[in-house]
């Protein structure tokens, strides 16, 4: 059963704040554009709100710490990965496609888990279709299905999901 | 002492992260087709672009600054990860020809 989407008013006061904090930002902490900002933030947050209701996953503070250090060092291996080949004589890659089916449910979560593969090292985000998502691989000898069920654990960390994942690979 | 020790991690973090924006470049020639290139880029240059922002970052006249330097490798990220799907999904649904450079008559 899906949970019960957040209460819109509680959406609506968090995306306000994460608005103003980003306009304070932009504008280096400009005092004489705080009062535009917090005006423009509250109708943006108004607006999204009726765009886009809250979903049935909200985000949780510890899950979103633990995917950020995780996605830091990823990107980082990621990173040297593709640069130790690219800088190797013998370009060592085999590039190749595999289809997986996602244990995390439609919405945010598939949407962020497809987006951060394609940041992750060895795969591409190529096609998401209902739960079937094909991955461009850069090395199909790697274990590219252990590190994609590890991503998707932290994704599902993220909205505080449990998931199953003893889905098979079908290539 | 801290200045000089500041000052030249944030030199080694400039240099690793131009280095990394030069790798992924030298990754658009020696591989051979779209959606391995991608591979280069997004990775790579993700990287190279953390370093410069971690090099940036103690040098932010203020809190709003050193966050504003976060957003834009954070929206860099959501660039590159959106744009990357959608190349690959292109290439995906009409796949390149093996010989790209020719022109094709029906």
Known sequence: ?171 | MTDSLIFVSQAVLLILGCLFFAVGTLGLFRFSDTLTRIHALTKVDNLGLGFIVLALLPLAPSLAGGLKTLLIWAAALAASATSAHLIARAVHVRPEPPNAGEVEHD
């Open chain 1, 1 to 171: 059963m899906p949970p019960a989407p957040a209460s819109p008013l509680i959406t609506f006061l968090f995306r306000s704040t994460v608005l103003f904090v980003v306009w304070w930002a932009l504008t280096l902490g400009e005092l004489s554009g705080l009062g535009f900002g917090a005006v423009v933030s509250v109708l943006v947050a108004w607006l999204s709100v009726r765009l886009f209701p809250p979903s049935g996953f909200p985000l949780r503070p510890g899950g979103l710490l633990l995917f950020f250090g995780y996605f830091l060092s990823r990107s980082v291996v990621a990173g040297v990965d593709v640069a130790r080949r690219l800088l190797s004589p013998a370009l060592p890659v085999q590039p190749g496609e595999i289809t997986l089916t996602l244990n995390v449910p439609e919405g945010s979560p598939r949407w962020l888990l497809a987006n951060t593969l394609s940041l992750m090292p060895g795969t591409l985000s190529v096609l998401l279709e209902g739960d079937q998502l094909t991955l461009h691989c850069l090395d199909t000898r790697d274990p590219v299905e252990r590190d994609v069920r590890a991503t998707e654990r932290r994704v599902a960390g993220v909205f505080g999901l449990a998931v199953d994942d003893c889905q098979e690979a079908t290539r």
